[in-house]
């Protein structure tokens, strides 16, 4: 990769990698990290694409974009999980809020 730059940084879900891989792969041959980047998101992935975007969206009410793709793609399960995601920030989310974001996440994992 020497001589390449990053043309844009924004953090995107799983669930849109794996379309871009699959994208990529009707195309291409896929090189070993771009699978085991496939089969990672396959396996572990927990949302569809359009319901990981709508997820973030909402978070966002509460949360950084990062964080809330890294929520969307986590999907934590309780208020540690969640407080573990954010126990190297530097500003703190109230409990509030942090049990408002589960409230929000358990309702597209009863969907899946």
């Given at each position: 990769?020497?001589?390449?730059?990053?043309?844009?940084?924004?953090?995107?879900?799983?669930?849109?990698?794996?379309?871009?891989?699959?994208?990529?792969?009707?195309?291409?041959?896929?090189?070993?990290?771009?699978n085991?980047?496939?089969?990672?998101?396959?396996?572990?992935?927990?949302?569809?694409?359009?319901?990981?975007?709508?997820?973030?969206?909402?978070?966002?009410?509460?949360?950084?974009?990062?964080?809330?793709?890294?929520?969307?793609?986590l999907m934590?399960?309780?208020?540690?999980?969640?407080?573990?995601?954010?126990?190297?920030?530097?500003?703190?989310?109230?409990?509030?809020?942090?049990?408002?974001?589960?409230?929000?996440?358990?309702?597209?994992?009863?969907?899946?």
């Amino acid at each position: 990769m020497i001589g390449k730059k990053a043309l844009e940084n924004n953090p995107i879900p799983a669930a849109k990698v794996k379309q871009m891989l699959e994208e990529f792969s009707e195309t291409h041959e896929l090189s070993y990290e771009q699978n085991l980047t496939l089969d990672h998101v396959t396996k572990f992935n927990k949302l569809s694409l359009e319901d990981a975007e709508e997820l973030i969206s909402k978070l966002e009410e509460f949360v950084k974009i990062k964080h809330a793709v890294r929520i969307a793609d986590l999907m934590p399960e309780d208020l540690p999980d969640l407080r573990l995601m954010f126990a190297k920030e530097r500003i703190p989310i109230k409990k509030e809020d942090m049990e408002e974001i589960l409230k929000v996440v358990d309702d597209y994992r009863r969907e899946e």
